[in-house]
């Protein structure tokens, strides 16, 4: 007996002995094809013109345009969705399960947006039987997964975001609710997640662990869990359950069909307009057939008294058990279609249609819209107490309002898709990843909806005589601004309450949002603590690019008073395992100079006044202690050995700054006689390569001792 099969046996008697609680399927179940945001967002009384918008959101999520052809203008607004990947589904779902499914979607699985297309016409039985032959062939071998921990996936669930849209159990109290009071439930009806009983346990966890590879469009996105935490949820949405069995299917006793004809009935079905991915015959089962489906109106040419939307639907018609309201919208949504071309949408309205397709509504609130329901928003929370005086700004997701010119483009793509985006660690939600061709579409579209009319004016040029770090490190400290008391930095915690760390303030923030926030926070972010410490301060707009020269040169600076202790002040390449930038005053390189230390035992200093490398030594970098400790910020000393001065330059220089190549050595820019150059410092055996760019011209030399 495998691993799943004696874990199904194991949770199956806990729960009848009492030990355990299943999972609820839903609070109520749902007896129409179920679109979230649409239920949300859409109620009998609205008028007619507010819920045509509801209908154009039916067509587009229930797939009716991977059968029936769009007006060009609608195209883009009515694009479909990419339906599961069922490569690898026998593997799975039994065969009972399949059976199921394709025969009555709506009641294997309440709410499943899943039409279903056989009606119990004559044939129907074989043709279904022929499918799960042909699905159940479709198999996968998925690596081993860690053992679940039923106790730890049931917090997992509560805490890291999956109640935004599925049900929160009855035997689970949100972390904030007296013990004696009443658990509010939730209004909104919760996604269905009726398959996890059916669902093999290894498979489950691997579908959890990356929902995407199964579900590409993102309408179950990645939590972005470990290994073991899949395992743990997977565990718990298994307790009690036992997948049901097709008993009708056994009383048929229809003659065993083959794979090929379920592969010609999964094309004249059109299954393959939502299921398009990798799903191909093997080759042991025979050539398949060249079956063609029937074709569909175009939406242009659809009655809403007929079809999928008559009363008593014709045999043949997909059945999405469609109710009253979705039957009105979608009416609705094809009369403006045959009426009209689509409408030109703003960028605003792009962002709001995308986010309710996608619902980032059941955790984001943009413009007041959206947001948790306050019985889903209880189970939100957070794992460091000290948040806890921030109120929802610590657990619960931030408003998307103005986001468009709050981060970058490589922000943006952290959080939408990539990794590493998260900065409130102090936070239990997962932000999720929906995948980049559901998402990049978006940042565009937040860009220009969020734009400023009249955008402010901020110089990070670094050239300026305020742009100096230190200046903005004093103004953070625990003396000055005293930002430390609730920002952290590093790896240092805040000395108050923990918000929003500032290490990764430049990559993430664009510079004119960064300025607007510290004008003026309760406009720019309603609701937050940050007060308006820039008020009635005369040099605010000089005080606040000080401070953004030192959170971009943070790598090579102290950290402020009130974080810093007295092993900071050595900077070490070898230690941090990369090239350190400092600029500060060097003794041998002047006012300007530009110290860069590299692993390995190799440091230069660039004069930025004279625009040439002033110094290399060996060994051991900088002690900037003094630099930062001195009021008068005396030169600092290399703290190597084998110092050597640099020859002097040649002809006119003006230094134009530096950028930082893929693995943190800069280049140098600066202007010689009026033209550009580019100079290099790389260390190689021996000493430098020192490489120079002019005129399309590179020159290499090696630089010793």
Known sequence: MNIS????????????????????????????AFVYTFDQFNIPTDPDESMVNGGLLLLAELNCTTCHTVPKSWEERLKPKPGPDLSGVGSRLDPDTLWLMIRSPQSRKKGTQMPGLFAGA?????KVEALVEYLSSLK??????????????????????????????????????????EVEKPGNASVPIALADAYDFTALSHFLKNPLAMRPAGRMPDLRLSAQEASDIAAYLHIGRIAEKATARAALKLPKQTVAKGREVFEQMNCIACHKPSIVVPASAGSGSSAKPATSKPLKDLSPSKGCLAEKQPTGTPRFDLNDLEKRAITLALKMIQQQDAPKLTAQEKVDWQMTR?????????????????????????????????????????????????????????????????VRPYMDTHMPSFGQEQTEMLIAWFNEADALEKPLNMDVSGLAKHHRAELGRQLLGAKSLACVACH????????????????????????????????????????????????????????IESIWT????????????????????????????????????????????????????????????????????????????????????????????????????????????????????????????????EDTLRPVKGGFEHTIKMNGQETKEVVSW
Request: glycine letters at 12%; a neutral charge.
């Open 122 to 126: 004559e044939g129907d039985d074989e």
């Open 488 to 543: 952290g930095l590093k790896e240092r915690k805040s000395l108050g309450p923990p918000v929003i760390r500032l290490t990764h303030t430049v990559e993430r923030l664009q510079p004119e949002y960064f300025k607007e926030l510290l004008l003026n926070p309760q406009v720019t972010q309603p609701g937050t603590v940050m007060p308006p410490m820039f008020v009635g301060r005369k040099k605010a707009d000089l005080e």
């Open 358 to 422: 996608l619902n980032c509504y059941a955790c984001h609130d943009r413009d007041g819209k959206g947001g948790p329901e306050d019985p889903r928003a209880q189970y939100f929370g957070v794992n460091d107490p000290g948040a806890e005086s921030l109120g929802h700004l610590a657990n619960l997701p931030p408003a998307l309002d103005k986001v468009g010119r709050k981060l970058t483009r490589g922000w943006f793509e952290k959080i939408l898709w990539g990794e590493g985006g998260s």
């Open 550 to 677: 030192y959170l971009r040169e943070i790598e090579g600076q102290p950290l402020p008073e009130g974080l810093m202790s007295s092993a900071d002040f050595e900077l070490k390449p070898d230690v941090e395992k990369r090239v350190i930038v400092f600029r500060s005053f060097i003794e041998g390189a002047g006012t300007h100079a530009i110290g860069v230390g590299f692993p390995g035992g190799l440091n230069a200093a660039f004069d930025a006044k004279t625009s040439r490398w002033a110094i290399i030594w060996k060994g051991r970098f900088l002690d900037a202690m003094s630099n930062w400790q001195d009021r008068a910020m005396p030169p600092i000393k290399p703290l190597g050995t084998d110092v050597k001065v640099m020859p002097a330059a040649t002809g006119e220089r003006v230094f134009g700054g530096y950028t930082l190549g893929k693995d943190g050595v800069p280049t140098f820019r600066y202007r010689e006689n009026g033209r550009p150059v």
């Open 140 to 181: 996968q071998d998925l690596p081993k997964v860690p053992a679940g921990d039923v106790e730890r996936g049931k917090e997992l669930y509560h805490k890291v975001g999956c109640v935004a849209c599925h049900e929160p159990a009855k035997d689970v109290r949100p972390p904030k609710v007296a013990a004696d009071a």
């Open 5 to 32: 099969k004696l874990w199904t046996l194991f949770a199956a008697s806990a729960f009848f002995c009492g030990q355990l609680q299943a999972h609820p399927l839903q609070a109520e179940p749902i007896n129409h």
